[in-house]
């Protein structure tokens, strides 16, 4: 089929989910709040406030392009500053430089985008589910704290160095609350930075923005990286309960077996497999008051291939909590943690945040939140389309992937018309994901 190409005086676009995420914006303080920041002389002409730089960086991370060079072709885009409300749409050397002088004001920016991004998901009638305990009634809000890597190997960028996952890059801290994982803090590290360092004022700082988001209990989860007294204290001075993976250091396997036969409870298994749950309670060093140690022990002298073993293989785990539930219950609560991995593989590799396109580590720490920020809006999005079951997509879903709002949602092809002072998006007759997205801006809009 040979095709005759014209160009067209139509303003056509193909990211009309940028109509979604500028109304999400609107519904905010982001732009006069950024854009009261005092900087050093700016002389660009004509000027350019600091929310035009940031929502034109916002509309380039709903389409995972975190490149400056990227904003070159919507400059002459009427639809993408109209949609994001910018006045004026930067260069690529203009938008570089004034992130770099925004990034220097990090006291400020930070406070803004977290308070921000938290209030806006309290805006709108998306709550935060809870995980519910075995007796049906008692619920908590999952605030879940990991560390995931960010490669950015065979770079000179300021505070890349070797990770714990073997490669060089950075090690970011993330806080991430309901099962939803909406972020609600973050904070970029340099790569060799040990996971627990300054760890404890990080999870202070996350439980207060978790409490002005919900007024569920909390239910504070990490893993044997962070198993400090500090960590416990502060989960205990802030009234939020707990589940924190110990790590075993020098303990010996066949200790905690003997605790296991003398207190703990065997629960059936296989022939020539043994296994204990049972919990002990223990006053941490450096604490006044004694926690829970819930633990779970394995002994096998059978292999799972039937292979008879000389020597008993043994392996445990155990775990700080404050909860009063079945040992069981908390080992899988716990395990449930492991849904972080989900959401450090949307901000990396769905967004495209893994690599940093500034070699400056106060930029790339602006980015970062930038990036959370837009994963929340994303998220919000996502979350509102799953209220009816009006879109293309049958496969019944809790959670929608980021990756699939924007394929869907954002890069959505329309026409742009102006008529009557009022402009209009059309859609095609046969734009599947149409009746959802009209939906969605439609309960945003209210």
């Known amino acids: 089929m040979e095709f005759i190409l ?21 519904k905010t303080n982001v732009y006069e709040r950024l854009s009261h920041i005092h900087l050093p002389i700016i002389k660009t002409l004509p000027f350019i406030s600091n929310g035009d730089i940031i929502h034109s960086y916002l509309g380039l991370l709903c389409q995972s392009k975190n490149d400056f060079d990227h904003i070159n072709p919507f400059r002459d885009d009427p639809f993408f ?30 406070p ?18 809870p995980t519910i305990l075995s007796d049906g009634h008692t619920a908590y809000a999952p605030l879940d704290l990991d560390v995931s890597p960010f490669d950015n190997s065979n770079t000179k960028k300021e505070g890349v160095s070797r990770t714990y996952k073997g490669c060089d890059g950075y090690a970011p801290n993330f806080c991430y609350l309901g099962q939803e994982g909406y972020v609600v803090n973050v904070e970029l590290r340099e790569g060799s930075t040990h996971v627990q ?19 569920l209990p909390l239910l504070v989860r990490a893993d044997a990286g962070n198993d400090s007294t500090s960590n416990l204290n502060v989960c205990v001075n802030e009234q939020v309960d707990l589940i924190i993976k110990r790590n075993p250091r020098r303990e010996k396997a066949e200790t905690w077996l003997a605790i296991a036969e003398q207190r703990g409870q065997e629960v059936p298994s296989r022939e020539g497999k043994r296994v204990f749950y049972g919990s002990v309670e223990v006053t941490p060093k450096n604490m006044n008051q004694p926690l ?33 539930v079945e040992p069981e219950e908390v080992i899988n609560l716990y395990h449930e943690h492991g849904t972080c991995e989900q959401y450090h593989s949307e901000l990396k590799t769905d967004l495209d945040l893994e690599r940093f396109p500034s ?88």
């Open 6 to 26: 014209e160009a067209s005086d139509e303003t056509l676009s193909t990211h009309s989910g940028l109509g979604l995420i500028g109304l999400l914006l609107s």
């Open 81 to 110: 500053y109209r949609a994001l409300d910018i006045k004026k749409v930067p260069s690529s050397s203009t938008l570089r430089q004034r992130m770099n002088q925004i990034a220097t004001k990090r006291e400020n920016w930070k």
């Open 112 to 129: 803004i985008l977290l308070e921000e991004s938290v209030d806006l998901i309290k805006q709108f009638d998306s709550p935060i589910t």
């Open 197 to 215: 360092k300054e760890t404890d004022l990080f999870l202070q700082e996350s439980i207060r923005y978790a409490k002005r988001l919900t007024e």
């Open 292 to 324: 829970r140690q819930v633990y779970k022990i394995v002994e096998r002298t059978i292999d799972k291939h039937g292979q008879v073993l000389l020597i008993p293989d043994l392996s445990f785990e155990s775990y700080w909590t404050t909860l009063a």
């Open 359 to 446: 070699g400056k580590f106060a930029t790339n720490d602006l980015i970062l939140h930038l990036g959370c920020f837009t994963y929340n809006l994303l998220r919000l999005i996502g979350q509102e389309s799953l209220k009816k079951n009006d879109a293309p997509v049958k496969k019944k879903v809790f959670r929608r992937r980021v990756k699939t709002v924007i394929q869907n949602l954002i890069t959505l092809a329309s026409k742009m018309v102006r008529h009557a002072r009022k402009h209009y998006l059309k859609f095609g007759n046969n734009s599947p994901w149409f009746l959802t997205f009209k939906r969605v801006y439609t309960a945003f809009l209210c």
